[in-house]
């Protein structure tokens, strides 16, 4: 089945600066690869998502870049704020195959400092 | 729209007892998916329903087990309770089913503590 790493776990960063979250998956017929964010206490909530026919994608601070080849995605966060404060979780699937599940990363905690 | 509605939120049993989870999903969403989270492990995936149907499984024993009725609710169930099963048991619902649209709607979760 599909495996997915995640890293790092944690992350610091100061308000303002940017934060890189990776992920990894194993599968190379995997086509949907969504990102949630969890806030402490709260339900996980997608972010955003790309599938594999697109290279990247943006909305307002965050983007994510897809590397199809390499087996690899990651969320990039532009302008931290303290409310990006979260457990930020990458997944994969396969879209459109019938059975699918959506295997998830063991998160990463960002923490952003005023 | 109502969220998704998972109840109890949180309860706390013993060893060697068992426990009824549910899930009531969107309005008009018909596939329900249950997740265990636990700190460090992330969200690990324990079975998706389709319309009544159990489409997938992951990997737990089978002291986890679940089911969905026709107005599409789900409750899972683990009986024999371990210390390890203590957790937050997070159901997602969807459209079409995660092989279909991807996207999930998750509950706020039922956290589980075993003694």
């Known amino acids: 089945g599909e495996n997915v790493e995640q890293h790092p776990s944690t992350l610091s960063v100061q308000e303002g600066d940017s934060a890189v979250i990776k992920c990894t998956y194993s599968?190379?017929?995997?086509?949907?690869f969504p990102w949630y964010k969890q806030e402490l206490g709260k339900r996980p909530q997608l972010i955003i998502d790309?599938?594999?026919?697109?290279g990247e994608k943006k909305d307002q601070r965050i983007a994510v870049t897809l590397n199809k080849t390499a087996k690899h995605f990651s969320l990039h966060i532009t302008e931290t704020q303290p409310e990006d404060s979260a457990v930020y979780f990458c997944?994969?699937?396969?879209?459109?195959?019938?059975?699918?599940?959506?295997?998830f990363g063991k998160g990463t905690m960002l923490l952003v400092s005023p | 729209k109502a969220g998704v509605t998972q109840t109890p939120r949180y309860l706390i049993k013993t060893r060697g007892q068992q426990v009824t989870l549910s899930c009531s999903p969107i309005?008009?969403?018909?596939?329900v998916s249950w997740y265990q989270q636990t700190p460090g492990q992330g969200l690990q995936f324990l079975f998706e329903?389709?319309?009544?149907?159990?489409?997938n499984k992951g990997n737990f024993p089978g002291r986890f087990s679940g089911r969905q009725f026709s107005n599409s609710r789900s409750e899972m169930n683990v009986s024999t309770l371990e210390l390890g099963d203590s957790a937050l048991y997070l159901c997602?619902?969807?459209?079409?089913?995660?092989?279909?649209?991807?996207?999930?709607?998750f509950g706020e979760g039922s956290r589980l503590t075993v003694l």
């Open positions: 329903y389709f319309s009544e149907t159990q489409r």
């Open positions: 309005s008009g969403h018909r596939s």
């Open positions: 997602a619902s969807s459209a079409k089913g995660t092989a279909n649209t991807g996207e999930l709607f």
């Open positions: 997944a994969a699937s396969k879209v459109g195959s019938g059975y699918s599940t959506l295997t």
């Open positions: 599968d190379s017929a995997s086509n949907y």
């Open positions: 790309i599938r594999s026919n697109v």
